[in-house]
């Protein structure tokens, strides 16, 4: 018998935030932004091994990983060299809706997932601001989220993502394990080509 690990304080779910309108309306802000930010495959800080998802990002500055430089916030597009589009204003409002705190994010992280792609666990823990949640958005297939503790090792749960949820990491599960063992292909038509994209909103620098 495995025991499920209790929700964190802080872990909020909002199931189907986003309609399907709405869905469609920031799937296709997002494919605006992956035509002026192309998506890459950051690289793992010691191994050097791609990641299976694919990455850009909107706003003031873009999270990036390579061997060389590790886990970072970076202010331009590694490949392009210019900025980061501005965030989706659609993004943006969700944040201002279920943040529950007072500064506009500066990241929104980009993540798309075709076919067998996935995300290990791990924690949020490269921004100064850990009093701000992270809100994230998914949209097009379904995903298969693993949430564990604040240590690593911890119970873990596993919970479905589908297109329009909203997830939350504030307060205690602000630094919670979590990852994303596998997408459902083929279980939503939303995004061209396929796949799941998720929209990590995240404050960065500590506002003064
Ligand atoms: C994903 N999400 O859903 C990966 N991080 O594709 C995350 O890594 C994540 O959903 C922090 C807060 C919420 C998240
Ligand atoms: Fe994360």
């Not at 990983?65 to 989706?88: C, F, K, L, M, N």
């Not at 201002?96 to 990241?107: L, S």
Request: proline residues 7%; hydrophobic residues 40%.
């Amino acid at each position: 018998m495995t025991v499920a690990a209790a929700l964190p304080e802080g872990f909020r779910l909002y199931s189907g935030l986003l309609d399907r309108p709405a869905q469609q309306g920031l799937a296709n802000a997002v494919q605006d932004l992956l035509a002026r930010a192309p998506v890459y495959h950051a690289t793992m800080p010691k191994s050097g091994r791609p990641m299976s998802v694919a990455m850009t990002n909107a706003g003031r500055l873009g999270w990036y990983s390579d061997r060389a430089g590790g886990y970072r916030y970076v202010e331009r597009h590694p490949q392009t060299g210019r900025p980061w589009p501005a965030i989706p204003a659609a993004a943006l409002a969700v944040w201002r809706q279920v943040a529950g705190y007072p500064h506009d994010p500066e990241c929104c992280l980009v993540n798309l997932y075709r076919d067998a792609a996935k995300m290990g666990l791990h924690q949020d823990r490269d921004e100064a601001a850990l009093d701000a949640p992270v809100v994230s958005i998914s949209l097009g297939d379904d995903a298969l989220f693993r949430l564990g503790g604040t240590s690593r090792g911890g119970a873990t749960r596993s919970l479905k993502l589908a297109s329009g949820d909203v997830l939350v990491l504030g307060g205690a599960a602000r630094l919670a394990y979590h990852g994303i063992d596998r997408i459902l292909p083929g279980s939503s038509r939303l995004i061209a080509g396929g796949g799941r994209i998720n929209l990590t909103l995240r404050r960065v620098t500590q506002p003064h």
